[in-house]
T-cell receptor, first 117, second 112 residues
Framework: DADVTQTPRNRITKTGKRIMLECSQTKGHDRMYWYRQDPGLGLRLIYYSFDVKDINKGEISDGYSVSRQAQAKFSLSLESAIPNQTALYFC????????????????FGPGTRLTVL | RKEVEQDPGPFNVPEGATVAFNCTYS??????FFWYRQDCRKEPKLLMSVYSSGNEDGRFTAQLNRASQYISLLIRDSKLSDSATYLC?????????????FGGGTRLMVKP
């Protein structure tokens, strides 16, 4: 079974609809992240959470909100979807077990492909 | 200027070839560097960390040049299975740990 799961895997919706993307992990990691990926732009950080009581905005948080329901669950919401939010969304987790520096490996979920019409 | 820049490619190489990718980063105080691999429509996965002294893992060699602010990835004896997008990833020092900045990726296509 995958350590980081995302639901749904694909979603097509209309402008103005509220959408929630969910992420669950069984790795026992404290830290979770939401990214979006657009062609040629790389992954950009939307929100991140270092523990259940900690939520932080990333590079491109406008139009998004998150909820950290438990250590293992981190959901991303689009309150009123717009077409330029069409992208591939990834959830990731990390913990303090890396070597050679203060950055730890991030483990990604399989992604959610969202299309906003 | 992007914080992490890569040539998007694609790099088309025959099996068995040696291929190298470079990546430049803008924050001179960056501390940690990585290469991630991303297959088409899949999630990124860590390929290797990049250490100041350089490091090698089988056919893959990563090097860091702090003076010129670039990192490189060398792949020897390319296999068909190496076809993927390679993401250069940097952790700027002024982040509260674990905060990664991703390049746009370099696409590699290895052909028979």
């Amino acid at each position: 079974d995958a350590d980081v799961t995302q639901t749904p895997r694909n979603r097509i919706t209309k402008t103005g609809k509220r959408i929630m993307l969910e992420c669950s992990q069984t790795k026992g990691h404290d830290r979770m992240y939401w990214y979006r990926q657009d062609p040629g732009l790389g992954l950009r950080l939307i929100y991140y959470s270092f523990d259940v009581k900690d939520i932080n905005k990333g590079e491109i948080s406008d139009g998004y909100s998150v909820s950290r329901q438990a250590q293992a669950k981190f959901s991303l919401s689009l309150e009123s979807a717009i077409p330029n939010q069409t992208a591939l969304y990834f959830c990731a987790t990390s913990d303090r077990v890396g070597k050679g520096g203060n950055t730890d490996t991030q483990y990604f979920g399989p992604g959610t492909r969202l299309t906003v019409l | 200027r992007k914080e992490v820049e890569q040539d998007p490619g694609p790099f088309n190489v025959p099996e068995g070839a040696t291929v190298a990718f470079n990546c430049t980063y803008s924050n001179s105080a960056s501390q940690s560097f990585f290469w991630y691999r991303q297959d088409c429509r899949k999630e990124p996965k860590l390929l290797m960390s990049v250490y100041s002294s350089g490091n090698e893992d089988g056919r893959f060699t990563a090097q860091l040049n702090r003076a010129s602010q670039y990192i490189s990835l060398l792949i020897r004896d390319s296999k068909l299975s190496d076809s993927a997008t390679y993401l250069c990833v940097v952790n700027p020092v002024n982040n509260a740990g674990n905060m990664l900045t991703f390049g746009g990726g370099t696409r590699l296509m290895v052909k028979p």
